[in-house]
C-alpha cells in the first residue's frame, strides 16, 4: 500500500503537520514520564524489600493489589487455587 492509498496526502497541509507533530512530541513526553514513574515503582520496591527483608514479589503484589483496590478478589482467587491445587496435588 502506497503512502497516497493509506491517507497521508493529507499532511501536504503544513497546519496539519504540525498537528500531528505536536502530538509526536506530546505522546513521546508522556511516555518518558511513565518510562521515569515505572524505574520509581521498580526502585521503590527494591529498596524497601532490601530495607525490610521481605520477597520483591510480595510487595509487588502488595503494590499491585493496593493500586487496584481488588483485596477480596485476590483473596478469592487465592482461595480458589489452594483448593483446586490441593484437590489436584494431593
Known amino acids: ?7 497521508a496526502n493529507v499532511l501536504s497541509n503544513p497546519a496539519d ?3 500531528l507533530l505536536n502530538v509526536v512530541r506530546e505522546c513521546s513526553g508522556s511516555m518518558t514520564r511513565m518510562e521515569g514513574e515505572k524505574d520509581f515503582v521498580r526502585e521503590s520496591i527494591n529498596n524497601i524489600s532490601k530495607e525490610l527483608d521481605l520477597p520483591k514479589r510480595l510487595v509487588q503484589r502488595m503494590v499491585k493489589v493496593y493500586h487496584k483496590q481488588n483485596y477480596d478478589e485476590e483473596v478469592a482467587v487465592h482461595e480458589q487455587f489452594e483448593t483446586l491445587y490441593q484437590s489436584v496435588v494431593k
Not at 1 to 7: D, E, F, K, L
Open 1 to 7: 500500500m502506497s503512502v497516497t492509498q493509506m491517507g
Open 17 to 19: 503537520r504540525d498537528k
